[in-house]
Structure formats: C-alpha cells, structure tokens
C-alpha cells in the first residue's frame, strides 16, 4: 500500500502482535483497534459497515446488497421464501441490506426491551461488550416459515453467536436450510468443523457466504499485551474549546405513518418499497435544515442499533445533494471516499482511540446513555472518528444526528458530555433529525371469533378465488325503498343512505348497448390505467401486496389489478372486498379481520375513481391511528386527491354504467344498526334473479383480455408515474366542487358528484336535478345523456369544467321542488 492507503491495522499489528492474514480483500475491509474488553481484546474495524468508520452510503448499502446478490444466486428459486436476520447492533443494516438484494422480510435481535411485546426469544454473543440478544418480532410468524434462514453478521469469528442462534430457533421451529452471511469469515478450522458437526446433529443444511476470508493470528499474551497499550495511551484528551457552539437545528421527520423504522419488530418488503418513496421528500427535510451553503463534509450518524434508517436518509441526501456517483453495491468503491455524505453510528463498545493513520479509531466522544436502557451496566456512548483530531482534512463542516423519539432525550441535549453538547464543539453545524420508533400495535382481541368471509359462487358472481367479500349475506331482508322516498328520508335526516337500497336498475337495450360501446372503447384505455396502479403498487408497496377493494364499484378493480400482478409477475395475491360508508367510516370489523389474517401496511385500499375525494377523506379518517396506510389507490383520479393512480382524466370506466349486473351482483352496502351488530360485516345482498343480465365475468374478461397488448404502454406509463417528482395531492376537485355548490345554491357538497363516475351513480340511484357537462365532451357522456333523457334530467353544457361532467342531486328535496329559475327551492319542511 501507499502511504495515503496505510492499512488501517497496522498500529494494533506492530505493537500487540496481531497478524490478519487471508484473502487480498481482506485489508480493504477491516482495520484494527484495542477494545476496553478483558474477554476479546482486539476489534475487527469493518471499513464498509458503517459503524466506527464514516463511510459513503452508497459503499455501506452496497456492501450488504453484494452479499445479497450472492446469496440470491446460491438459494436459487428458493430465495424468494427467505428471511433475513441481522444482529445488533452492528449488523442491523448490513442484514436489511442483504434483505434489500433478495426482497424478503427482515429482523434484526435487540438489546432494547419493548414494553407490551413478548420476546420470541434470545440468545447470547460471548465476545461482545453487551451480550443478550432479544428477538421481538410484531408478528411472530415471521421466522416460523419453512424457507431459508438467513442470518447476517459483521463478522464470524467463532460461529459461537450464531451456533446459539440456529439451536434457539432451531427448537422452537424447525427448518432444513440455514445460510450464514458476514463481511470476513475468520474462523479457525476447529470452528468450522464444530459449525459443521452441529449442522449435521440437527440434519440440516447449512451454507456461507463471505465478502473475504482470513484468520487473527493473536500471541498468548494478547489480553495483557493490550492491557499495557490502553494503560499508556491514557484517557482521551479532551475537546479543544470552541469559540461558540455550533447552531442546532432540530427537524421531526415526516416518517409514513406506522413504517418501521428498522428492523427490531420486523421489515417486510411493503415496508420497503413506502421507505424508498418516501425517502427523496425526507431528504429534502435534511437538506432544507443543513440550509443553502452546504459544507464539502457532512456527517450522517446514526444511533446504535438505529443504522438502517439513517443509512438510507444519507444515501438519500447524498443523491440530493449531486454527490452519489458512486455506484451502489460496489465493494471496490470503499477506498474512492469520494462523496460530500459520510454515514457513521453511535455505539455502545468503548474502544481505545489513537490519533494515527494507522490506527482505525482516530479519535472518541464518550457521552452518556440517553435511552433510558433499562438492563445495561454500562451508561457510557460513543462516537468514533467523528472529532477531527489533528487532522483539519477530516473535519466535518455538518453533522445530522437521526434518533428516535425514545432516544430525544434531555440526556441527549443537556450538560457538557451531552452527545449534542459534544458535537456542536467539533462541527460547524448541527441537525437533530427525530424520526418515530416503531411501536408495535398489539393484537386486537375480538369479543367472539370474527365472521368468515363469503365467497362466489354462494355470495356474487365472481369465481371463489377472485375476492373474499367481508360482508354479511343480506339477501333475505327486503331493503330496497323507491328512489324519491329514500333521497327525501336521507336529506331531511331521516335517515342515512347506507340504511336502505335503491331498486336495482334493468338497462335497456338502447342503455345495454351503450355500455357494449363504452366497454369497447375503454377497455385498452382502462387495461392501461390497471396495469399502471398494479405496477406502482408493487414499486411503492413490495410483493406482499394485500388488496382491499372498496365495495362494491372497487371491487372489479381489485380483481383486475390482481389479475395483472398474476399476468405480469406470477403473483397470486390475497383480495378482499370492504363496506364503507361516508360519515360512518370503513367497517371496524373488517379491518380486525385484516390485522389478524394479515399484516396491516402491506394492506392497500383500491377504488375505481375520485370524485370530489370525500371517500379519500373518510378512508384516511378511518385509519387514523392504526397500523393501515391510509393511502388510497385508483383507476382514474379526477378529483386530485391521491398519490396512487392510473391517470388523473376524467375517463368513463364503463363499470360505472351499470350497478350489480357489472359487480358480481352484489347490491351496494348496508349499515343498519337492527341487522349488523358490533362482530358483524357490513351487510349487502347478492341478487340472483338478476343472473340472466349479468355482465360481470364478461367485463373483467374483456379489459383482462388488452393485459398483452398494452404491457409495453403500461411501462411507460408506470415509469412516467415514478419519475413524478410531485404527485401530492392538491385537491382541485373539491374546490371546484365548493365553487359548484354555490353558484347553483346548493347548501351541501354531498349534493355534487362530480365526474363521469359519480354522476352515473345519481342518475342511477338518486333523485338527479341536472348534469353539467363540459362543452364538447364526446362520447364518453352518451351514455349519462341516454339516462337524462330517460330521467327528464336537463343536461346543461358549461365551460371551465374540470370534470368531463358533473351531476346535482336534487337539493332540498321533496317530490317536485325546483323554481321558476330553476335554482334551487329554499323549502321549509
């Protein structure tokens, strides 16, 4: 090596005797320092992971995608059944990054008890400062699987850790293949053969993969040999006094609600796809806080076992930033250093320090705890090779210091060896960066066992497989009222829409054939717009997609984003239809049925279309506070309201042309405080004796049957959706809804439907005043024009309509209230 590449171990090797020897990679990798540790006295110092040495992000995640890569070649087909997991505290980003390349679940032990969660279980690691492990996974399930157990660590030097690990989980659940992963293999051959014997007492498989591999040579004497060394060295000098601290600016992350913040209760990969498109808008929070005149070294440190999060908060930055050209997953990028992000992490292993270029541990802050550890002797923190030292080069012009809430401590800000207090004196400026730790939601219990979902053909049209409907069979129970008595009762209070249904509509011929030519014409346009939200979802939201439908104008929508994820990418997903009901929310009931079948934010909400976005605010109402992403996903959204979407025009999706005869024939939902009790599913009916006209099959086939053709235009337009760098609603639909509203002096926005969609739906199922059509819409409102005229409605053309059409339910209604002006009725009742 030059000079300017002295090996980091060089120090530790000439005066204590320690000899790395191994693979030309090896010292590429690691270093070596002195730990304060009577049981092991040397440190393996990884130049990749991360923790003790500042490090690009790009070199850090790319080290653990490396591993990943390799061990998706060594699993084969059988990788997409794995779990990773990772060991704290310096291994829980190098696991998830592992987790990454393969794209399955993750969990990493902890030494953090979690008040309400029972440890699955632990395990002990001999050699390190802190030695029990905890493994607290939100849903237990995780690691009883029958796939591949892949467990993740810096280093083996013995196996020891992991030989406790595979016999503790070994007993409680066994399994035939277990892969072994680490940055350097530095067994002996005693230890190898032990690891093999042990494999072969439990009969199992057992694989490694290594970046590189060697051996520590140590003299007998090693322990007291070191012990003199730290005696001589003395304490760590102290800080040089600042003229003034640092200013500290302090940013509370707008982190997704209920994502994991790492890996203690389990990652999965829905997790991971919200993390990374989430992850530019948090770095602009970062960059918004380091302010315009950006330093050329900036220091992203991370919190003890908080290493995955921070990690990719810097890669984020670092791509803001213009200084990511490093390429990700490159190993040989470890020496370039070239980007203005370094990524480094708190720790809880006191290691001696020693300002020379030939010694991994250059310089230490030493601080105390300020997490409140409930189980550990030690109250002492450290931060490595974050003070400059004597070497102004390596100074930081800016450190971001992301903890989680349990760790915003005053600890943390207050006294003079506060971690705060100490970085404001090394460091030109500082961002606390707070995000949430994740809290693991526990069980709901149900007061008797949750109701069985029902399924076609007992329950609807569809075939068993296509949607699991989580309703409550109301066919018996006459429910339907005349349109004009429901729409007086609803709108004089009298009582709520969900109550009651509509008499279902038999179309027409001229209607049936209208809705043949409207299935014709959007059936490619509509393929195109399914595939689209099927392929973002999968981007955003990971492989464990659970799909929701909106009962019931979702529900065809649901089936044919399915379809396309089983068209496009051999996946069978889990499809459920669920009642909700405007000013009364999502069903509860089938939201505990979720949470206990699945896990709650790999659950997406799909509907066919936005309105004005009062379903959208209801959802997000609805799950306020529990672990559901609120997000809402749809076919066309006219009205701006969500992230998630096929294409914001205002476009006939041609099962708006029909009620049950195109939905399985299934009635719209009911909510009735004498047929559904507090346990029950919202109810709805399933009409068979509308089986003659049914169009249900025929529909999904038809826009199923574009999937092949349009593949290539879905692409596109997926791409184009992903390349979006604002997709953030901003709600135009509503107000020009509000604008409606007043100009025909209509008291309620509920009286607005705006869009194709929805004003199909008044025109159907409520008591219609007029439908505003924007000037020179084609053929998309033949059909609303065919049911006007059959409905005495006037269709009133406008410009300036952001919605292809709008349709007025009758305001004020009793039988007959317009004015001579045609304006609305002020009525007393």
């Given at each position: 090596m030059t000079a300017r590449q002295t090996w980091t171990g060089r120090w530790v090797a000439e005066r204590a005797g320690v000899d790395l020897v191994g693979?030309?990679?090896?010292?590429?990798?690691?270093?070596?320092?002195?730990?304060?540790?009577?049981?092991?006295?040397?440190?393996?110092?990884?130049?990749?992971?991360?923790?003790?040495?500042?490090?690009?992000?790009?070199?850090?995640?790319?080290?653990?995608?490396?591993?990943?890569?390799?061990?998706?070649?060594?699993?084969?087909?059988?990788?997409?059944?794995?779990?990773?997991l990772g060991y704290a505290e310096t291994a829980t980003a190098l696991g998830q990054s592992v987790a990454d390349a393969l794209d399955v679940p993750y969990l990493h032990s902890t030494r953090r008890p979690v008040p309400g969660v029972r440890p699955l279980g632990?395990?002990?690691?001999?050699?390190?400062?802190?030695?029990?492990?905890?493994?607290?996974?939100?849903?237990?399930?995780?690691?009883?699987?029958?796939?591949?157990?892949?467990l993740v660590d810096d280093e083996l030097s013995t196996g020891t850790t992991v030989l406790n690990t595979i016999r503790e989980l070994h007993a409680h659940h066994p399994r035939s293949h277990y892969v072994l992963v680490a940055l350097v293999d530095l067994r002996t051959e005693a230890d190898r053969h032990r690891l093999a014997g042990f494999a072969a007492e439990l009969g199992v498989r057992l694989d490694l993969v290594a970046a590189a591999a060697g051996a520590v040579r140590l003299p007998a004497d090693i322990l007291d040999r070191a012990g003199r060394l730290i005696a001589e060295a003395g304490p760590a000098p102290e800080l040089p006094p600042a003229a003034a601290p640092a200013p500290l600016v302090r940013v509370v992350l707008d982190w997704p609600a209920a994502l994991p913040d790492g890996g203690r209760h389990g990652f999965t990969p829905a997790d991971r796809a919200r993390l990374d498109a989430a992850l530019p808008?948090?770095?602009?929070?970062?960059?918004?806080?380091?302010?315009?005149?950006?330093?050329?070294?900036?220091?992203?440190?991370?919190?003890?076992?908080?290493?995955?999060?921070?990690?990719?908060?810097?890669?984020?930055?670092?791509?803001?930033?213009?200084?990511?050209?490093?390429?990700?997953?490159?190993?040989?990028?470890?020496?370039?250093?070239?980007?203005?992000?370094?990524?480094?992490?708190t720790t809880r292993s006191p290691v001696l320090a020693v300002d020379d270029p030939g010694y991994a541990i250059r310089t230490r802050l030493?601080?105390?705890?300020?997490?409140?550890?409930?189980?550990d002797a030690s109250r002492e923190r450290y931060a490595y090779n974050v003070a400059p030292g004597t070497d102004p080069d390596r100074r930081f012009g800016a450190v971001v210091l992301v903890v989680d809430d349990v760790a915003d401590t005053a600890t943390l800000a207050e006294g003079e060896r506060a971690l705060l207090t100490q970085l404001r004196q090394v460091t030109d400026r500082v961002v606390l960066a707070v995000l949430p730790s994740y809290r693991?939601?526990?069980?709901?219990?149900?007061?008797?066992?949750?109701?069985?979902?029902?399924?076609?053909?007992?329950?609807?049209?569809?075939?068993?497989?296509?949607?699991?409907?989580?309703?409550?069979?109301?066919?018996?129970?006459?429910?339907?009222?005349?349109?004009?008595?429901r729409e007086e009762a609803v709108q004089h209070g009298g009582a709520h829409y969900a109550e009651s249904l509509p008499v279902e509509y038999r179309p027409s011929p001229a209607y049936q054939e209208l809705y043949h030519q409207a299935l014709r014409a959007s059936a490619r346009r509509m393929a195109v717009a399914v595939g689209t939200v099927a392929e973002t979802l999968l981007r955003e939201r990971g492989r464990g997609l659970v799909l929701a439908s909106l009962a019931r104008a979702g529900t065809p929508v649901g089936i044919l984003v399915r379809r396309w994820l089983a068209f496009a990418h051999g996946l069978d997903v889990p499809h459920y239809a669920v009642s909700i009901v405007r000013g009364r929310?999502?069903?509860?009931?089938?939201?505990?049925y979720l949470a206990?079948?699945?896990?709650?934010?790999?659950?997406?909400?799909?509907?066919?279309?936005?309105?004005?976005?009062?379903?959208?605010?209801?959802?997000?109402?609805?799950?306020?506070?529990?672990?559901?992403?609120?997000?809402?996903?749809?076919?066309?959204?006219?009205?701006?309201?969500?992230?998630?979407?096929?294409?914001?025009?205002?476009?006939?999706?041609?099962?708006?042309?029909?009620?049950?005869?195109?939905?399985?024939?299934?009635?719209?939902?009911?909510?009735?405080?004498?047929?559904?009790?507090?346990?029950?599913?919202?109810?709805?009916?399933?009409?068979?004796?509308?089986?003659?006209?049914?169009?249900?099959?025929?529909?999904?086939?038809?826009?199923?049957?574009?999937?092949?053709?349009?593949?290539?235009?879905?692409?596109?337009?997926?791409?184009?959706?992903?390349?979006?760098?604002?997709?953030?609603?901003?709600?135009?639909?509503?107000?020009?809804?509000?604008?409606?509203?007043?100009?025909?002096?209509?008291?309620?926005?509920?009286?607005?439907?705006?869009?194709v969609g929805e004003t199909t739906r008044v025109l159907l199922r409520r008591v219609p005043w007029r439908v505003l059509a924007r000037r020179g819409a084609g053929a998309d409102l033949d059909h609303v024009r065919l049911l006007a005229a059959q409905r005495g409605v006037p269709v009133e053309e406008v410009d300036d309509l952001p919605y292809t059409c709008v349709g007025l339910i009758h305001p004020r209604f009793s039988r007959g209230a317009t004015g001579a002006s045609g304006k609305a009725v002020e009525e007393k009742f």
């Open positions: 693979s030309d990679r090896l010292t590429d990798l690691v270093g070596l320092a002195l730990r304060e540790n009577r049981k092991r006295a040397h440190l393996l110092v990884s130049t990749v992971l991360g923790k003790h040495v500042p490090q690009c992000p790009s070199v850090v995640h790319g080290a653990g995608l490396d591993l990943g890569v390799q061990v998706r070649e060594l699993l084969g087909s059988e990788a997409a059944r794995a779990v990773v632990g395990f002990a690691e001999e050699h390190s400062h802190a030695t029990a492990h905890l493994l607290l996974p939100a849903d237990p399930r995780l690691l009883c699987g029958d796939g591949p157990l892949v808008r948090l770095a602009g929070q970062l960059a918004d806080a380091l302010g315009d005149e950006l330093p050329d070294r900036i220091l992203v440190l991370g919190f003890e076992e908080l290493m995955y999060a921070p990690l990719r908060l810097a890669g984020a930055l670092a791509e803001r930033l213009g200084g990511a050209h490093l390429g990700a997953g490159r190993l040989s990028g470890a020496r370039l250093g070239g980007e203005r992000v370094r990524f480094s992490t030493a601080f105390p705890a300020h997490d409140d550890p409930q189980d693991p939601e526990a069980p709901v219990q149900p007061s008797r066992p949750l109701p069985r979902p029902l399924r076609g053909p007992g329950f609807s049209s569809y075939r068993p497989d296509e949607v699991a409907w989580l309703l409550k069979d109301l066919s018996g129970v006459p429910l339907e009222a005349p349109t004009e008595e929310g999502l069903d509860p009931v089938a939201l505990r206990t079948h699945h896990h709650a934010p790999d659950v997406v909400f799909v509907d066919g279309w936005t309105g004005k976005g009062a379903i959208t605010r209801e959802l997000a109402a609805a799950l306020t506070g529990t672990p559901f992403d609120p997000g809402l996903a749809v076919l066309a959204d006219p009205g701006r309201c969500v992230r998630t979407y096929g294409t914001r025009d205002d476009f006939l999706i041609p099962s708006a042309c029909l009620n049950s005869t195109v939905s399985g024939l299934v009635s719209r939902t009911v909510l009735r405080e004498d047929l559904i009790g507090p346990d029950d599913f919202h109810g709805a009916k399933h009409y068979t004796e509308l089986a003659d006209g049914d169009v249900s099959a025929a529909f999904l086939d038809t826009v199923a049957g574009h999937f092949a053709a349009v593949r290539d235009g879905v692409a596109l337009a997926a791409g184009r959706l992903a390349a979006d760098p604002d997709r953030t609603p901003d709600w135009a639909g509503w107000a020009a809804v509000e604008r409606i509203a007043d100009e025909y002096g209509i008291g309620s926005v509920n009286l607005v439907k705006p869009g």
